[in-house]
């Protein structure tokens, strides 16, 4: 793509604060006109004051607004969004692939959608069979003989994980405190092992990316409960010591919990529960699509080994003789409940669509797409970025900064610039293991000829920092509403309720 577009005059703004189609929005707060109201509220009719001593002790701070102004409002923040409906959405590790607009009409069926978790198990067998034939789904495609549905996240998934193997343990009266953690884990791993009490103990990586072997078996005693470990992991490769791993970590009487956000890479091809793994998470809303980022919705299902099954969250579902059931209480070995109700329905009618659409064929197929793609777009960037570990990648491609080095530009000034270029940037700075690592995700539903653009900007970015532009990338991006932001202002004095003085105070 040429462009004829002058050399952009930073100094230069607008009249208006809007940049084209961009335009600026005062926070909601800042448009208030005291006594301004979108409808016509007749005057309160003189009454006896029954609730004195509870009376609000000033106004609630709501702004006036009329309601056009409030749909505008909305409406201007709505498209302030990248989504995955507009561009290639690079996030490595986060799986933001295409939608199927089926899903969401099933979703949206009043049969699924208008349902309250407190109706009568009988008018809800259908639910309950939709729940009962994912499980099954995932089952099969995990090799694994339990599932439990309750978990709204992959993180959730995690701790229903490693409370489940806790449960397993202390059953035996054997309280072990230590877990193994691989350096280039997803933070939520060692967060999830210490919020419940375990030691974390980090296992560094090798020079192929890779959990080292020999400095993981070294780490192994009666102490260790067992392994979080990410397979594929978060450089994008599979770990191919895995059941080498989890022999030692059984030897040493311990449990491997995998942490299978990257499910996508394999699926079809590789069940887990061949690879030795007692305890797994899927991230329905990465691998089996539904909509997800921004702290949306999620799903987040763990899928269990024989000896781990017993110790699964309440409440289940199971089929019999009178058709479905849901167990609420079995007074058995579970470690209890792990949220309100059942599971998000609306992942669960979401992913089995997508899994019903594609069939079991069509989903082997998605992981090989996936992996191709990824290693399209490491193969065409291999020459102008550096690529972190050496061969080809699974489902995500990661490169480190020494393309950078010399040239005065960072990885954030980097993915600063693409935003200019109206891409979301990848994923910075992750996994920790790679210097200024930049990692991507094309997922299978990207066209080739949607990656080509994309990797012209990458690799015309990548050549604008070499040829000395370093100035350019540090004033980017140009064309937001806002430039850079003070994240480091942002995090530690945040402003979370509106006060105009100290508000501009601290904008001064
Ligand atoms: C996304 C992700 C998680 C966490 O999943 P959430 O659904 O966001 O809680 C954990 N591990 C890895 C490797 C991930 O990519």
């Given at each position: 793509m040429t462009t004829s577009n002058?050399?952009?005059?930073?100094?230069a703004g607008t009249i208006s604060g809007n940049r084209g189609l961009q335009l600026e929005e005062p926070l909601i707060f800042e448009m208030d006109v005291p006594g301004r109201s979108g409808v016509d509220l007749p005057d309160v009719p003189k009454h006896k004051e029954r609730l004195a001593g509870m009376k609000?002790?000033?106004?609630?701070?709501l702004p006036g607004l009329a309601e056009s102004q409030v749909v505008r409002h909305y409406t201007k923040l709505s498209q302030k969004n990248y989504a995955i409906d507009m561009s290639v959405?690079?996030?490595?590790?986060?799986?933001?692939k295409h939608n199927p607009r089926i899903n969401e009409k099933i979703a949206r069926l009043p049969g699924i959608?208008?349902?309250?978790?407190?109706?009568?198990v009988s008018t809800v067998q259908g639910a309950l069979e939709l729940i009962d034939t994912l499980a099954h789904w995932l089952k099969t495609l995990t090799g694994m003989p339990a599932v439990a549905?309750?978990?709204?996240a992959g993180a959730h998934g995690e701790l229903c994980g490693m409370l489940t193997i806790r449960a397993a343990q202390l059953a035996k009266g054997d309280a072990r405190k230590r877990i193994l953690v691989p350096e280039?884990?997803?933070?939520?791993n060692p967060a999830t092992a210490a919020s419940i009490g375990y030691e974390v103990d980090p296992v560094p990586a090798d020079e192929r990316g890779r959990v080292d072997l020999a400095a993981f078996k070294a780490k192994?005693?009666?102490?260790?409960?067992g392994t979080m470990i990410t397979n594929p992991n978060t450089c994008g490769?599979?770990?191919?010591?895995i059941i080498d791993i989890a022999d030692a970590v059984h030897g040493a009487g311990g449990y491997f919990y995998c942490d299978?956000?990257?499910?996508n890479a394999i699926v079809g091809r590789v069940r887990p529960g061949d690879l030795g793994v007692d305890a797994m998470h899927i991230n329905l809303h990465k691998t089996f699509s539904t909509p997800h980022g921004g702290g949306g919705p999620g799903s987040g299902p763990v899928v269990l080994s024989e000896a781990l099954a017993?110790?699964?969250?309440?409440?289940y579902v199971v089929h019999g003789a009178n058709g479905f059931d849901l167990v609420?209480?079995?007074?058995?070995k579970s470690f209890g409940?792990?949220?309100?109700?059942?599971?998000q329905m609306g992942m669960f009618s979401r992913a089995l669509s997508y899994i019903l659409s594609h069939g079991a064929d069509g989903l082997r197929q998605v992981s090989g797409d996936a992996v191709l793609n990824a290693n399209y777009l490491q193969a065409s960037l291999r020459s102008d970025l550096s690529v972190a570990f050496p061969g080809t990648c699974m489902h995500e491609a990661l490169f480190n900064d020494d393309f950078l080095?010399?040239?005065?530009?960072t990885t954030l000034d980097f993915a600063k610039a693409m935003i200019d270029e109206g891409y979301h940037p990848?994923?910075?700075?992750?996994?920790?293991?790679?210097?200024g690592a930049l990692l991507m995700e094309p997922t299978e539903t990207e066209s080739k000829d949607g990656l080509d653009r994309y990797i012209e900007v990458v690799q015309g970015l990548a050549r604008r920092a070499k040829a000395g532009d370093a100035a350019y990338f540090h004033g980017a991006?140009?064309?937001?509403?806002?430039?850079?932001?003070d994240e480091t202002l942002a995090a530690r004095q945040p402003i979370l309720r509106w006060k105009p003085e100290e508000t501009k105070k601290a904008a001064e």
């Open positions: 002058p050399p952009i005059n930073t100094s609000r002790k000033g106004a609630v701070g959405y690079p996030l490595g590790s986060c799986t933001m959608a208008d349902l309250h978790p407190m109706q009568p549905m309750s978990p709204a280039s884990a997803h933070g939520t192994l005693g009666p102490d260790v409960a490769l599979f770990e191919n010591d299978g956000a990257n499910f017993p110790y699964a969250p309440l409440p609420e209480h079995d007074g058995g409940r792990l949220k309100g109700f059942h599971g080095e010399g040239t005065g530009v990848m994923t910075m700075y992750f996994p920790l293991v790679v210097h991006p140009y064309h937001t509403p806002r430039r850079r932001l």
